[in-house]
């Protein structure tokens, strides 16, 4: 059998400001996931940071390790690779006061 | 007693769904054109995203923060993997933890021969559990419709139909458990600036109307954990676009003053069938609805 692949869209066109988390996601039947963060406009996020996050419960939640940027630009990808996870993950990012980050986040997961 | 091929056929074709325990606890049509396992992946279960042009803005505000579906094996903090009917994964169509946030799993099919089709699934909802309470006032409702259009060459006759039903679970705390129906028309707004695109959203609060004796008590269990499931049946004729029959475990309900949102045909949706499985959290908390599995089926 061919090996299942998936691509959810967690963040689409979201207007992050503060401190943010995407909705949770449960994807026990996977072995390995990447989060791609693009910008759709918005404000440049100067130093601003994303972690991916792993969960025992969906709502209980601990840094996965990890972390990156935001995307400075629309032509600008950020890529988190987390593997070993169990259950649950998601996405936390700290956006800077005053600042918009128009978010498109997928999660990629195999 | 003469047999006919046609008989030998239709006995054949039911001792083998008898005989076959995925399909045994469904009685289709004699045409199964899905039959979505989730131990199988996705099985084209999407998330549904309102239309657009030029710009995400353009989304209309009702479409904008839907949820989409995932694989699930119901685990839970206090009694671990629950597990789907028969494996370990459900399809599972979860909204956010706002009040009156929706989300919606949909699969995009169309027609060949337009007769009698039989939608059947197991489903369960429940309240994501953060509270030691029961929670069973947290979920307002979960629900299902059928997007059609006729043929391209239904002349007169072309229309475009959507049958939707949902469980209004509860709202404002009080339990009300009946089923409802939404009939009317739809109200259509342009997208983006070139003529080519329009949305309107039906998910709506608004011209829901009870189903006749269509109270129901369901077996919510007696902790936000614990997960019973629940079968529905609902039939519908592509011919005469029609309901005929709406089943919840051991209740048929009369759908004698039933209809469909209605509206003119669509330049580009011809012979449509897709089928949308949607839930509504009644609070500030999330709510969960979980298919497995689900069987489409035709008589042709």
Known sequence: MLRENATLVVA??????????????????????????????GDRCADARVQAEI?????????????????????????????????????????????????????HLK | MTVTPDDLTAAIR?????????????????????????DRGHCGWSQLVGNYEGSLDTILPGYR?????????????????????DGTYALKVP????????????????????????????????????????????????????????????????????????YLNARDGDLLQKWQFKPGSASFSDIGDSSDTVSHFHLGDEGWQDVPGGGQRLCYNEIATKVNWHYIRFDFDLASMTAQRLQCNDRVFDLAGFDSLRMPAMKNLWCMLNVAMFVETATDKRAFLYLDSVCLSGDF
């Open chain 2, 14 to 38: 039911r001792g083998m769904t008898l005989a076959n325990p995925q399909l045994s606890k469904f009685d289709p049509l004699p045409r199964i054109l899905a039959f979505d396992d989730f």
């Open chain 2, 95 to 166: 909204t956010r933890a706002r009040r009156d946030s929706q989300a919606v799993a949909i699969k995009r099919l169309t027609f060949r021969e337009p007769g009698p089709i039989r939608l059947e699934f197991y489903m369960t909802f429940k309240p994501e559990a953060n509270e030691l309470v029961l929670s069973d006032r947290d979920i307002k409702s979960v629900g299902f419709l059928l997007d059609l259009q006729t043929g391209d060459q239904s002349g007169n006759g072309a229309e475009r139909v959507m049958p939707h039903l949902r």
């Open chain 1, 55 to 107: 969960s025992p419960d969906g709502m209980h939640w601990v840094a996965a390790g990890a972390e990156g940027a935001l995307p400075k630009s629309k032509t600008e990808v950020t890529a988190l690779r987390v593997a070993h996870f169990g259950n649950w993950l998601r996405l936390t990012a700290k956006v800077p006061d005053g600042l918009e980050f128009l978010a498109l986040v997928t999660l």
């Open chain 2, 65 to 85: 923060e839907l949820n989409g579906p995932m694989l699930s094996s119901i685990s839970h903090w206090d009694g671990g993997t629950h597990g789907s009917i």
């Open chain 1, 12 to 41: 689409r066109n979201e207007r992050w400001q503060g401190s943010v988390a995407t909705e949770p996601v449960e994807c026990g039947w996977a072995s390995e996931a990447i989060f791609f963060i693009r910008t759709l406009g």
